[in-house]
């Protein structure tokens, strides 16, 4: 890293503050802004992930600016109550629409939030310090949002343009890892306009994977619009399903093993990327989720257990974390991420996917998992700001 520039610093940006702040002096506390909601199919995920962030941060060192986005794409100042942000009675939080607009710097140099409403003089209602993107999937998980803060040399956390569209797009992702020599499962994709004028090619493709195949959007996240095919009578059906997600699909050969994860952390200061104890995904009813559906993930504890640490030989965890970090930097990822395995007796560990904004609540497996390696949730948050801070603007 030979270009750093300090980061802004909040309200005095003339001052050289130093990055350790003394917690009495309020004025001199990083400002960040907790990005969350978004566009999505994921947006109640992203503001549940919000209600934890918002409760656990560390306001004597962050002053946080809460911004929500509409499921309709609309910018609005949030409330800070991590309370109201939770999911309750299996019903996702929503941010709610504002007559009070806000917008992010675009100009290099600029670094001011602004609030617009109609009728009024824009106001600047804060230097951004950094920006905590808690969004997941399209429009927030995939390079677009980190795309607008480049612009401006806005810090924030987590994965850059690319690493983020890679870790969003199943077909991309699963390219670079076998470019990487990193073990995968075999696959098909049906790109956009296959599916209507090339059916029968396609059905032959998809022949070859074998039963039971998983049909899923090549771009979501969160098991929306995924199924578990166990007939090639349901394939069409399936394949419909996950076009109402993403016109772009991918067929997968279902593998059958573990579900192991294993959360990564950037290193600092250059350092090598940390990997933490793996954990395992188990569905125990069966009955009611095929596999770790939607449903399974956020409204039916009952059906699955998350394993933390998952109970592996020394070789295989060694393995699982030498994959995890390799996995990490094969999409160049930065800040955080979530890399999940299958562990299969015949072929041993195959990477799933990663996810560059992994579900983030205090009881979402990334944070247990590094609470399980000794990094409690607040310290998990103020370690990633600090990796957003130490990191330098532009090309890296
Ligand atoms: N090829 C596969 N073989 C077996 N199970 C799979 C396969 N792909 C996905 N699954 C199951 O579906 C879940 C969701 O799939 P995943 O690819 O992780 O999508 P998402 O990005 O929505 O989390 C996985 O956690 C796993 O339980
Ligand atoms: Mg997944």
């Not at 309370?83 to 299996?90: P, S």
Request: glycine letters at 10%; hydrophobic letters at 40%; one cysteine or more.
């Amino acid at each position: 890293m030979s270009h750093h520039t300090e980061p802004a610093s909040g309200v005095d940006s003339t001052s050289s503050a130093p990055r350790s702040v003394p917690t009495s002096d309020a004025a001199r506390r990083i400002r960040v802004v907790v990005l969350f909601g978004g566009r999505s199919g994921e947006h109640g995920i992203s503001v549940a992930t919000a209600g934890g962030v918002l409760g656990a941060i560390d306001r004597s060192k962050y002053e946080v600016v809460p911004v929500g986005i509409t499921p309709n794409g609309q910018w609005v100042i949030a409330a800070d109550e991590p309370g109201r942000w939770a999911i309750t009675d299996g019903k996702v939080p929503e941010v709610p629409a504002s007559a009070a607009e806000v917008v992010l710097p675009l100009t290099v140099g600029d670094a001011a939030l602004r609030v617009l409403e109609p009728g009024r003089v824009p106001t600047v209602l804060a230097d951004v310090g950094v920006v905590l993107p808690l969004l997941h999937g399209p429009y927030g998980e995939d390079g677009t949002v980190q795309g607008l803060l480049e612009f401006a040399d806005t810090r924030y956390v987590g994965s850059g343009v690319l690493a983020s569209a890679l870790g969003m797009d199943k077909h991309f992702m699963k390219l670079v890892f076998a470019g990487h020599g990193l073990p995968i499962g075999p696959y098909a994709v049906i790109r956009p306009g296959d599916w209507p004028v090339r059916r029968d090619v396609v059905r032959q493709t998809v022949e070859t994977l074998g039963l039971p195949l998983f049909v899923k959007p090549a771009r979501s996240g969160s098991s929306l619009g995924i199924s578990r095919v166990v007939s090639l009578d349901d394939l069409d059906a399936a394949v419909e399903e996950a076009r109402e997600h993403d016109p772009k699909v991918m067929v997968e050969a279902g593998i059958a093993g573990r579900e192991i994860e294993c959360a990564v952390l950037g290193g600092r200061g250059g350092a090598r990327p940390r990997a933490s104890v793996p954990g395992e995904i188990v569905v125990t009813d069966e009955t009611r989720h095929g596999f770790y559906d939607y449903e399974a993930k956020y409204f039916d504890e009952a059906a699955v257990e998350l394993t933390c640490p998952a109970d592996l030989p020394d070789d295989v965890v060694k393995e699982v974390q030498e994959i995890a970090v390799r996995t990490f930097e094969a999409i160049g990822a930065e800040g955080l991420a979530r890399v999940d395995m299958f562990l299969t007796p015949e072929d041993g560990v195959l990477v799933n996917e990663i996810n560059t904004m992994p579900g983030f609540t205090p009881f979402s497996m990334y944070p247990r998992m590094w609470a399980a390696s000794g990094m409690s949730y607040p310290e998990l948050i103020d370690e990633l700001v600090q990796l957003a801070l130490e990191r330098s603007t532009g090309l890296r």
